[in-house]
């Protein structure tokens, strides 16, 4: 435990009959907590979790970060907007990789999520973590750089103006629907924070944070990691409580508010993902949560659950093998049962927090291996029935196996590009290239007219986001699994297998353009 001699005492009470042997270290300053860090690391063969003791938060919430395995170095993040604002220091993710993070001396210039003070480093990226905390000891050790100073005072401004200016309340309620690639920095209608009239309660909250921030050993750490190109990823606290209370009253505040949380009912609700489909998300996902929690109750475990689902796909696939009316009906019938199966182990697998490499690996496999099996059933039952269409079958597979290598290579290809690229060093407050700092919420500029274009398209883009209709419109031209197995059940149970097949290809391939005009904008932006 890290603290300051002067809380020694008010500790102890608190220390006493906790099982766990607890050492405590008092600092009289963060280059002491961040030289405390780095001994640590040097001394350890496991990972190390960091947390700021003054968080207020759902057991839940720590749960879900240490137990998936997936998650090796990383941190609990938010992008719900009024979660820890103004204050909480923010950071910019890409494919659920840190990219940049602040500091108290560090900024962010396009943040789409909220850094909330813990961090969990793994045993390969100790000696990088006690190396940048050393670097990092070294730079907090006053007098403290000029231009760190300069950007302290600047976060002091911005949330003068944050609190002068509170955020509209339709982002209250915000959950984290949005993806990490959208920036959310929106810039502020007051310009001069000196004209901010604040109360003598939000002043008071100011000073408040000015005294906590430089004190933040854990948003400290996380800058020297991501500085330092070691591959942080993300773990979101979703629709659970989270707060940092720095006063006795404000503490009061938050035992209260937690309180009112139903966590199951939350735990539950943050099993769905927030960026399906639209037919997963309007039409499954309102009731296979319920099934995952059934299951969760009876001791299932999301690999039982994904081996269910591909029997029941398989034994869709045979129906439709029939070739006749009824093979057809029930084949669309088992195969909707069987996607719902495929969508519960993955709510059991986050609402239990039984994570794993070999479920991910099987639920992807056995995507494919049901959708490849239905598709031959389809051409094998129309054959059966006089109607060949092996043709089209083949075509659309071959459509379907191109598309899902894409989809798997292009994010292998991104992970690889994000990794080369090339991180300032700590001592520079801002993310930019050229070390100063952009206008709020913009990417710098570019010289090349393409990506100028490639930037505007994309803008405008996320712009029409902002209405619902065209956000859900624009999952579904995508056609993910969800949509293709819909299609599928319709068009076999009320037409026929050569129905099912051109519209598949015609959807397919208006999809593929779509997804791959898009990436090539992305890319050109990037």
Same mark, same amino acid.
């Given at each position: 435990?890290?603290?300051r001699?002067?809380?020694?005492?008010?500790l102890q009470?608190s220390?006493q009959? !906790?099982?766990?042997?607890?050492?405590?270290?008092a600092?009289?300053?963060v280059s002491?907590?961040?030289?405390?860090?780095?001994?640590?690391?040097?001394?350890?063969?496991?990972?190390i979790?960091?947390?700021?003791?003054d968080?207020?938060?759902?057991?839940?919430?720590?749960?879900?970060?240490?137990?998936?395995?997936?998650?090796?170095?990383?941190?609990l993040?938010?992008t719900?907007?009024?979660?820890?604002?103004?204050?909480?220091?923010?950071?910019r993710?890409?494919?659920g990789?840190?990219?940049s993070?602040?500091s108290?001396?560090?900024? !962010?210039?396009?943040?789409?999520?909220?850094?909330?003070?813990?961090?969990?480093?793994?045993?390969p990226?100790?000696?990088?973590?006690?190396?940048?905390?050393?670097?990092?000891?070294?730079?907090?050790?006053?007098p403290?750089?000029?231009?760190?100073?300069?950007e302290?005072?600047a976060?002091?401004?911005?949330?003068?103006?944050?609190?002068?200016?509170p955020?509209p309340?339709?982002?209250?309620?915000?959950?984290?629907?949005?993806?990490d690639?959208?920036?959310?920095?929106?810039?502020?209608?007051?310009e001069?924070?000196?004209?901010?009239?604040?109360?003598?309660?939000?002043e008071?909250?100011?000073?408040q944070?000015?005294?906590?921030a430089?004190?933040?050993?854990?948003?400290?750490?996380l800058v *020297?990691?991501?500085?330092?190109?070691?591959?942080?990823?993300?773990s979101?606290?979703? #629709?659970?409580?989270?707060?940092?209370?720095?006063? *006795?009253?404000a503490?009061?505040?938050?035992?209260?508010d937690?309180?009112?949380y139903?966590?199951?009912?939350?735990?539950?609700?943050?099993?769905?993902k927030k960026?399906? @489909?639209?037919f997963?998300?309007?039409f !499954?996902? /309102?009731?296979s #949560?319920?099934?995952?929690?059934?299951?969760?109750?009876?001791?299932?475990?999301?690999?039982?659950v994904?081996m269910?689902?591909l029997?029941? @796909?398989?034994?869709?696939a045979l129906?439709?093998?029939?070739?006749?009316r009824?093979?057809?009906?029930?084949g669309a =019938?088992?195969?909707?049962?069987?996607?719902?199966?495929?969508?519960?182990? @993955?709510?059991?697998?986050?609402?239990?927090?039984?994570?794993?490499?070999?479920?991910?690996w099987?639920d992807?496999?056995?995507?494919?291996?049901?959708?490849?099996?239905?598709?031959?059933?389809?051409?094998?039952?129309?054959?059966r029935?006089?109607?060949?269409?092996?043709?089209?079958?083949a075509?659309?597979l071959?459509?379907?196996?191109?598309?899902?290598?894409?989809d798997?290579?292009?994010?292998?290809?991104?992970h690889?590009v994000?990794?080369?690229?090339?991180?300032?060093?700590?001592?520079?407050?801002?993310?930019?290239?050229?070390g100063?700092?952009?206008?709020? @919420?913009?990417?710098?500029p570019?010289?090349?007219?393409?990506?100028?274009?490639? $930037?505007t398209?994309?803008?405008?883009?996320?712009f029409l986001d902002?209405?619902?209709?065209?956000?859900?419109?624009? #999952?579904?031209?995508?056609?993910?699994?969800?949509?293709r197995f819909a =299609?599928?059940?319709?068009?076999?149970?009320l037409?026929? /297998?050569?129905?099912?097949?051109?519209?598949?290809?015609?959807?397919?391939g208006?999809a593929a353009?779509y997804?791959?005009?898009?990436?090539?904008?992305?890319?050109?932006? $990037?």
């Amino acid at each position: 435990m890290l603290t300051r001699p002067q809380w020694v005492a008010a500790l102890q009470p608190s220390l006493q009959g !906790v099982d766990l042997s607890v050492q405590v270290h008092a600092g009289t300053e963060v280059s002491d907590d961040l030289r405390v860090l780095a001994r640590l690391a040097r001394a350890r063969d496991e990972a190390i979790v960091v947390i700021n003791g003054d968080i207020v938060t759902h057991r839940e919430a720590l749960a879900g970060m240490l137990a998936d395995p997936r998650l090796a170095t990383g941190i609990l993040t938010s992008t719900r907007r009024v979660i820890g604002r103004p204050f909480a220091f923010r950071t910019r993710s890409v494919r659920g990789r840190v990219m940049s993070a602040a500091s108290p001396y560090h900024a !962010v210039q396009s943040p789409n999520a909220t850094f909330l003070g813990v961090v969990k480093v793994a045993p390969p990226h100790l000696e990088t973590m006690a190396e940048a905390a050393e670097r990092l000891a070294t730079m907090c050790t006053p007098p403290l750089p000029a231009n760190w100073q300069e950007e302290l005072g600047a976060k002091a401004d911005a949330w003068r103006l944050a609190l002068a200016q509170p955020p509209p309340a339709s982002t209250l309620d915000e959950d984290e629907s949005r993806t990490d690639d959208d920036a959310t920095a929106a810039p502020l209608e007051v310009e001069d924070p000196t004209i901010a009239l604040l109360s003598e309660d939000d002043e008071a909250e100011i000073r408040q944070w000015l005294g906590a921030a430089p004190e933040d050993a854990a948003s400290l750490l996380l800058v *020297g990691l991501v500085r330092s190109s070691v591959h942080v990823g993300v773990s979101h606290l979703r #629709k659970l409580f989270w707060t940092r209370p720095l006063s *006795g009253r404000a503490l009061a505040q938050a035992a209260e508010d937690i309180t009112r949380y139903d966590e199951d009912r939350v735990l539950l609700d943050s099993s769905v993902k927030k960026n399906d @489909g639209f037919f997963t998300t309007f039409f !499954v996902s /309102p009731y296979s #949560k319920y099934i995952a929690r059934w299951a969760a109750a009876r001791g299932w475990t999301p690999n039982a659950v994904t081996m269910v689902s591909l029997a029941i @796909g398989v034994a869709a696939a045979l129906a439709f093998a029939t070739g006749g009316r009824a093979g057809l009906v029930a084949g669309a =019938v088992l195969l909707q049962l069987a996607f719902t199966t495929d969508c519960v182990d @993955g709510q059991l697998a986050r609402y239990t927090r039984t994570f794993s490499r070999l479920g991910a690996w099987l639920d992807s496999i056995f995507d494919r291996t049901k959708e490849y099996a239905v598709f031959a059933a389809l051409a094998v039952g129309a054959s059966r029935a006089g109607h060949p269409v092996w043709i089209l079958a083949a075509s659309a597979l071959a459509l379907q196996t191109v598309r899902h290598a894409i989809d798997f290579s292009y994010p292998t290809a991104q992970h690889q590009v994000l990794g080369a690229a090339r991180q300032p060093p700590l001592e520079q407050p801002y993310d930019g290239v050229g070390g100063g700092r952009a206008p709020a @919420g913009k990417p710098p500029p570019q010289s090349s007219s393409r990506r100028d274009l490639a $930037r505007t398209a994309i803008r405008t883009w996320r712009f029409l986001d902002r209405r619902p209709a065209i956000r859900w419109a624009k #999952k579904a031209i995508a056609f993910p699994i969800g949509e293709r197995f819909a =299609v599928i059940s319709l068009t076999a149970a009320l037409t026929t /297998p050569r129905t099912t097949f051109v519209v598949l290809l015609v959807w397919g391939g208006l999809a593929a353009s779509y997804t791959a005009g898009g990436r090539v904008l992305r890319s050109l932006y $990037r």
